[in-house]
């Protein structure tokens, strides 16, 4: 069972229906956090190791360089210094040319470390068709703008993926057994203390996709 809402229109809805479908009723998944639906059309599934995050065909989109942060999300608050790591199931490349509106064929799924909208970082196991590549991604944003990162390859595999916060410094590391891990990039941390940490999944194509999580583990 989906564990989200479809609003629907209905002069005879119940009222319970109608509270549980309304922006204000929070989604919470045990573990992982409170759900961020900004187009409200994601559904979560839970799942015997963790979650499932399924995106539609459509515009879902993780950067303020294009104007689009409506990506959805699962996430929970941290503050200061704090370590957080996630499997990311392995999922397909986007066929080519099956961009959505003149985008690239494109999807990722990984970590969000979240200020606002014009400031957070993104580490995901991310699919091109136009590369014809699944790769690990770094992108930091900073006043709306995007201010650094970097790519990685890896196998078309599962993965697992870390953020560490270390004062003003941001760790991406990756591992694919869970227990030895490589650091791939550090990169300068100016956000505030009191951030979001989650997981989340982009989908700009013409075709849904699923993105699963498990052994999501947050040490703060």
Request: hydrophobic fraction near 40%.
């Amino acid at each position: 069972m989906h564990i989200y809402c479809r609003t629907k229109s209905s002069l005879v809805m119940p009222l319970l229906l109608a509270f549980f479908c309304s922006p204000l009723a929070a989604q919470e998944f045990p573990g992982w956090g409170e759900l961020v639906d900004p187009v409200g059309d994601c559904p979560v599934d839970p799942l015997p190791d963790g979650i499932q995050l399924t995106i539609p065909a459509g515009i879902h989109q993780l950067n303020p360089t294009m104007d689009t942060v409506n990506a959805p999300r699962v996430w929970q608050s941290v503050e200061a210094d704090f370590l957080y790591e996630v499997r990311v199931k392995d999922f397909p490349r986007p066929e080519a040319d099956s961009g959505a509106n003149g985008n690239r064929s494109y999807v990722a799924a990984g970590i969000v470390i979240w200020h606002d909208e014009n400031n957070f970082l993104r580490w995901t196991r991310s699919a091109s068709a136009e590369k014809n590549a699944v790769y690990l991604s770094c992108e930091q944003f900073e006043n709306g703008k995007h201010v650094g990162g970097g790519y990685f390859r890896m196998k078309d595999e599962p993965i697992w993926i870390r953020v560490e916060r270390r004062g003003n410094t941001l760790r991406m590391s990756a591992s694919d057994d869970g227990k030895k891990w490589q650091q791939a990039i550090e990169r300068d941390c100016t956000f505030p203390t009191a951030l979001k940490a989650g997981v989340f999944g982009l989908n700009v194509t013409e075709k849904e996709f699923q993105f699963r999580f498990s052994d999501g583990y947050l040490l703060k």
